[in-house]
């Protein structure tokens, strides 16, 4: 199984969380699931996706750069 862990930061939690909510069609378009989301120290948030179609992922990911959103994102293998 794949996954994906992103990392980006948001001052403001809840209107990160709105916004990632209403682009919910888009990811699952992208054929991602959302396993995970934690907020971490210094505005950080992780989310963790499985991924089901990695090229999709990587469109979708493409997409996110293109419209400024700054993140990081690793695909991970289960080891």
Do not use: C
């Amino acid at each position: 199984m794949t996954q994906l862990l992103i990392q980006t930061s948001a001052p403001d939690y809840a209107a990160w969380k709105s916004a990632f909510d209403a682009e919910a069609e888009n990811i699952a378009a992208a054929s991602l699931n959302t396993l995970q989301i934690w907020k971490g120290d210094q505005n950080a948030i992780l989310v963790l996706f499985e991924v089901h179609n990695r090229k999709n992922a990587e469109a979708w990911l493409a997409k996110q750069s293109a419209l400024g959103h700054a993140l990081t994102a690793q695909f991970l293998q289960t080891a």
